[in-house]
């Protein structure tokens, strides 16, 4: 059953090793879990899974695994949960010293007993079993000063498949929206494969001279080394049908300008004509076909859009959505004219990729551009792709 | 054997204080993640306090190369000695200087070394410390001396996953990701930082404090170190409970950019128009 663990988690995709598997084993022979499925699932965690993003992956392996499992924390618990509602029970003078004689052995051996007959299940008063209000030797809130007391006092540890249950981590999963943060993480991708950084570098030529210059007492020069950084534009749609994405979109923007030194940005309406906004309101703009000529082709250029609209603001001749809107090309032109000139170029979408398939209009700008999901695991394949030019899809 | 049960002054759940007890017994290094603020540096403090242990930090910038948490050979000191004679150049030991992991490495009892915010370094570092790390000693080419650890330190480490780490170095090491804390633990925390909080204003504060946070749109979602000084700011100026359900005084303590504060405050009493959420749009 326990190797079943691994290769559970190895097909719910959770990057496991051996290496962190022998650890694992390694610490269970040292006890560290004590004995609790509980500490198990913390500690079986922390050991093979290191990103926070596979937690929820874990939880439903964890699940499958070791759901019917009865555990020590489990009975724990149902003792517990018929202990709840108690009264204080009153005692003369007399039970109580007489009640002083047991040993704590006996206590013990009795609730051993106690437990194997099951006599534990909601029993309330009485002298022998494990109950409420009692004065038998096990329980809690009751009277017997020689007697064993049971995590009285609610706790706030709650057993592991509980907690795998719960599955709290499902937000971390990567295949769900992204947050600022984790979008600088994605983005940080497209910075982190260039050599930046502002490392010192000695520059001889000038040090000779100074040195000479101070009479041979040596004279270090030192100077930055050159700041590499990529290049990135975002093109990105807005109004309409991308409404509701409009501050997803925001958050990439102000993610993406923070991470890259040279960035910039457009917007259009649906597909991309003649014109190209530079604000959100599409009040300024500049000539798409200029913009073609004039910047370099080594550009990173990002489309970010749901790529959802009618098939003919892609193919006709004034097939713009907005109606006082003339293009003299079709969108579908344009786009191939933006393949053509960047050779580095991706489309994200905010739309879940299994619909992709039942819009004519994806269907066709995925034959132009390859598209990517507006999702963490979408974000770091397609800057995959931008980098090296070939990821797990493309 | 060491058994880390925690400190007075650091308030930690179940959960990682068994991974800290894990990652002492296993003799891995421990990498803790989690939001900002949640008390990841705090944590190595706590640990050294709790064993009472010295604490060693290497704060990890970007310019931060591992081989400068070894040790450093002061070439221009022994050429500006050799030019002018003054101290005894053939002597190279005296030209090595050990850095911070050296120091660990050299003490002469078990110290806790906390490599602080190791995103924040190149993304070889963590790759140029593996074997450094696994095997707890390194050699010092100048000098032919090999530095071994005399008892391997408790080494934590902490990230705010600017960067992601390497796969190598993670298998070798013990992950914790420190969630938020729920209302009770922080009730908890809070109480260890001001013990004598009022407990209507606590809870209150509390209330709206998980209020704020439940807003997706927030580009920086308060954290723990900012509800503290926000508490702070309220006992000082004497706010009644009722204030606090009618408004938030001092809101600018608990949220850092101008955005975030008008979306508070242009939400009225619900989340309901600002939490719409957009992935959710499942048309087909």
């Not at chain 1, 290191?50 to 019917?68: P, Q, S, V």
């Not at chain 1, 924390?73 to 039970?95: A, H, Q």
């Not at chain 2, 990890?60 to 000191?77: C, E, F, M, N, P």
Request: charged fraction near 30%; proline fraction near 3%; hydrophobic fraction near 40%.
């Amino acid at each position: 059953m326990f190797i079943d663990f691994f290769f559970r988690l190895k097909s719910y995709g959770v990057p496991v090793s051996m290496h962190e598997w022998i650890t694992l084993h390694r610490a269970l022979s040292l006890n560290l879990n004590d004995c609790s499925l509980t500490r198990f699932y913390h500690m079986a965690r922390s050991i093979l899974v290191k990103n926070e993003i596979f937690f929820d992956k874990y939880d439903l392996a964890f699940l499958d695994t070791f759901k019917e499992i009865e555990t020590t924390d489990e009975m724990l618990e149902e003792i517990l949960s018929g202990l709840k509602k108690v009264k204080e029970l009153l005692l003369t003078e007399e039970e109580k010293r007489e009640m002083e004689k047991l040993d704590l052995d006996e206590v013990l051996r009795n609730f051993e007993e106690q437990l194997k007959a099951g006599h534990y299940k909601g029993h309330v008063g009485g002298n022998k079993a494990i109950g409420t209000g009692g004065r038998s030797t096990q329980g809690a809130w009751g009277y017997n000063p020689a007697g064993v007391r049971i995590g009285q006092g609610t706790s706030r540890h709650r057993r592991a498949v509980q907690i795998a249950e719960k599955r709290s981590f499902r937000n971390y999963s990567s295949d769900i929206t992204l947050d600022t943060r984790q979008m600088k993480v994605a983005l940080s991708h497209l910075r982190s494969l260039l050599p930046i950084g502002l490392g010192e570098r000695l520059n001889l030529e000038e040090t000779v001279d100074a040195t000479c210059k101070n009479a041979g007492e040596i004279e270090l020069v030192w100077e930055n080394r050159e700041k590499k950084a990529s290049k990135v534009m975002l093109v990105m749609d807005v109004g309409g049908s991308m409404t509701p994405y409009a501050e997803l979109a925001g958050r990439l923007f102000s993610a993406a300008s923070s991470q890259i030194s040279k960035f910039k940005h457009f917007y259009f309406h649906n597909c991309v004509y003649q014109e190209l906004w530079t604000d959100i309101e599409r009040n300024k703009s500049v000539s798409t076909r200029e913009l073609l000529k004039s910047e370099d082709n080594d550009y990173k250029v990002i489309l970010v859009g749901d790529a959802e609209m009618a098939p003919s603001e892609l193919t006709w001749v004034n097939g713009a959505i907005d109606y006082w809107y003339r293009n003299d090309t079709p969108g579908i032109v344009w786009l191939e004219r933006f393949r053509d000139k960047f050779k580095n170029i991706i489309w994200l979408n905010p739309l879940p990729s299994r619909s992709w398939e039942y819009v004519q209009t994806v269907r066709m700008i995925r034959g132009i551009f390859p598209m990517f999901e507006l999702t963490l695991d979408g974000l770091d394949e397609g800057v995959k792709y931008l980098m090296s030019g070939r990821c797990a899809l493309y | 054997m060491n058994y880390f049960k925690g400190s007075e002054d650091y308030v930690l759940s179940p959960a990682l204080r068994d991974n800290v007890n894990v990652s002492i017994a296993l003799e891995r290094p421990l990498i803790v993640k989690g939001e900002p603020g949640t008390g990841k540096t705090l944590l190595a403090h706590s640990i050294a306090a709790g064993l009472r242990k010295r604490l060693i930090v290497w704060n990890i910038k970007s310019t931060t190369k591992a081989h400068d948490g070894l040790h450093l050979y002061d070439t221009v000191q022994r050429l500006n000695d050799a030019r002018f004679g003054d101290g005894d150049v053939s002597d190279i030991k005296r030209y090595i200087r050990l850095g911070t992991l050296g120091e660990a490495f050299k003490s002469e009892e078990q110290v806790v070394l906390l490599i602080d915010e190791i995103d924040k370094a190149e993304l070889e570092f963590p790759n140029d410390l593996l074997n450094e790390l696994d095997e707890m000693s390194f050699y010092i080419p100048e000098t032919g001396e090999t530095i071994k650890a005399k008892h391997r330190p408790i080494v934590i480490i902490t990230s705010n996953s600017e960067k992601e780490l390497p796969d190598p170095f993670l298998r070798r090491c013990i992950f914790h990701y420190i969630e938020f804390p729920d209302t009770e633990l922080m009730e908890e925390i809070v109480h260890v930082h001001h013990p004598k909080m009022e407990k209507g204003l606590l809870r209150e504060a509390l209330k709206r404090f998980y209020w704020i946070r439940e807003f997706d749109m927030l580009r920086k979602k308060p954290s723990t170190s900012e509800l503290i000084d926000w508490l702070q700011a309220l006992v000082v100026g004497g706010i009644p409970v009722k204030a606090i359900e009618k408004e938030i005084p001092f809101i600018g303590v608990l949220l850092k950019k101008k955005e975030d504060i008008d979306c508070v405050e242009k939400s009225g009493k619900s989340h309901y128009a600002f939490n719409t959420s957009m992935r959710t749009r499942d048309v087909y």
